[in-house]
């Protein structure tokens, strides 16, 4: 067993080393292990869905998020230590990359220590960065956590979409997108700057390849305009005026929105999409965010006489907002009733009311709703909420 001042200096042998940036993730965990000290460790990730965590070598079977010490650990974004089989102690990790939970690592050891809780933490925390830096090129991390074959839609519109959880110390912003492997018009968007969360959420007309690319279209000219510096109606126009240039004959409906982080102010566009839905505790506070809507983005809007409308709100700390597709409420139920408005806010309000974490209520929420149907959905249905949660003064 190394002493602590070699397995620093190990670790700092091998962070210093370049060569660690083009191994794979079997060989790095393995490395970094042996320079921590450790005994041994394995990588787990979550698929698509967020019902399973695959391991990521052949060491380990796949868990499931829900009944599991691991999953606990996945879903409450804490530790957690349990005994094996074999008698080990096995620490469960989260692995983070910011907001956004990614699994869990598994270290097994004969006797958890500070130490080695310690090392444990600063391994998670490695491997989270590491596997952030490499999933967007190397298809072994999207392989292991698909559990089937995504339609050619779905993938080319998935390309674009942001991490599934953003956040910092003032605000968390989570999506779902279901079906996972389905989808071919909504998408969502969100993303930070220092001063203001942006979030979206889009509907594409139809449910093919000419929907997909529509939402992307609509993202690429919505994430244009806004590293421009375009106010919230010029980001509208922006995606009107690149629809109708290339896409004519194809619109999308959709909410867009800025928060300002400090104050908690809200404005929206709403071009032709159901109403966002606006939390306080566990109370809906009913038609808060009612609004007339403005006609869908593309070509048509450009022929109409009034500018887009920007609508203002002040949020309370802590308010939750969620935008969602028309693909939520007009799922149908296992006896074939429209799941509807009200039965949507009241699985919201249950999911949101146990007082978890913004991206795992959200993972409830999704769930429930599926298995309150045959587990598949006739329309995409996507939900994005997000919490405003200012430091106490």
């Known amino acids: 067993m190394s002493t602590p001042e070699t397995s620093d200096t190990l670790l700092q042998d091998f962070l210093a080393d370049p060569a660690h940036l083009t191994l794979d993730l079997g060989t790095a965990v393995a490395r970094?292990?042996?320079?921590?000290?450790?005994?041994?460790?394995?990588?787990?990730?979550?698929?698509?869905?967020?019902?399973?965590?695959?391991?990521?070598?052949?060491?380990?079977?796949?868990?499931?998020?829900?009944?599991?010490?691991?999953?606990?650990?996945?879903r409450t974004q804490a530790l957690r230590v349990e005994e094996s089989e074999t008698g080990e102690i096995i620490a469960w990790f989260p692995?983070?990359?910011?907001?956004?939970?990614l699994g869990v690592l598994g270290v097994h050891t004969m006797a958890v220590t500070a130490s080695t809780l310690s090392r444990g933490r600063a391994l998670a925390s490695l491997l989270a960065m590491m596997i952030t830096s490499k999933r967007a090129y190397e298809d072994s991390f999207v392989r292991r956590t698909r559990t089937e074959q995504m339609r050619l839609p779905s993938e080319m519109l998935r390309a674009f979409l942001p991490p599934r959880t953003i956040g910092n110390g003032n605000v968390v912003s989570t999506a779902v997108l279901e079906p996972a492997?389905?989808?071919?018009?909504?998408?969502?968007?969100?993303?930070?700057?220092?001063?203001?969360?942006?979030?979206?959420?889009?509907?594409?007309?139809?449910?093919?390849?000419?929907?997909?690319?529509?939402?992307?279209?609509?993202l690429a000219a919505c994430r244009n305009a806004r590293r421009n510096g375009a106010d919230l109606p010029e980001l509208v126009t922006s995606v009107d005026e690149a629809l109708s240039r290339w896409?004519?004959?194809?619109?999308?409906?959709?909410?867009?929105?800025?928060?300002?982080?400090?104050?908690?102010?809200?404005?929206?566009?709403?071009?032709?999409?159901?109403?966002?839905?606006?939390l306080r505790g566990d109370h809906l506070i009913v038609d808060a965010m009612e609004r007339d809507a403005d006609p869908p983005m593309g070509a048509p809007f450009?022929?109409?006489?009034?500018?887009?409308?920007?609508?203002?709100?002040?949020?309370?700390?802590?308010?939750?907002?969620?935008?969602?597709?028309?693909?939520?409420?007009?799922?149908?139920?296992?006896?074939?009733?429209?799941?509807?408005?009200?039965?949507?806010?009241d699985y919201v309000i249950r999911a949101t009311g146990s007082g978890e974490l913004a991206p795992e209520a959200l993972r409830r929420l999704i769930h429930s709703m599926l298995d309150a149907q045959t587990g598949q959905l006739q329309d995409d249905a996507t939900i994005l909420m997000f919490e405003w949660r200012p430091p106490a003064a």
């Open 181 to 218: 492997y389905e989808i071919g018009g909504d998408a969502f968007d969100h993303s930070l700057t220092p001063t203001t969360l942006h979030a979206s959420v889009l509907d594409a007309m139809g449910h093919d390849l000419a929907s997909g690319l529509t939402s992307a279209v609509a």
């Open 32 to 74: 970094c292990v042996r320079a921590l000290g450790l005994q041994h460790a394995v990588v787990y990730l979550a698929d698509l869905q967020q019902r399973h965590l695959v391991p990521q070598t052949d060491m380990g079977s796949t868990l499931a998020v829900d009944g599991t010490l691991a999953g606990w650990a996945y």
């Open 95 to 101: 692995l983070l990359d910011g907001a956004e939970r």
């Open 247 to 278: 896409l004519p004959d194809q619109y999308c409906t959709g909410v867009l929105t800025q928060l300002n982080l400090a104050t908690g102010v809200l404005r929206w566009c709403n071009c032709g999409h159901p109403t966002p839905l606006l």
């Open 302 to 345: 450009l022929l109409a006489s009034q500018p887009r409308q920007t609508h203002e709100l002040a949020l309370e700390p802590g308010d939750r907002v969620l935008l969602y597709t028309d693909g939520v409420t007009e799922a149908r139920t296992r006896d074939a009733q429209l799941f509807g408005l009200e039965r949507f806010v």
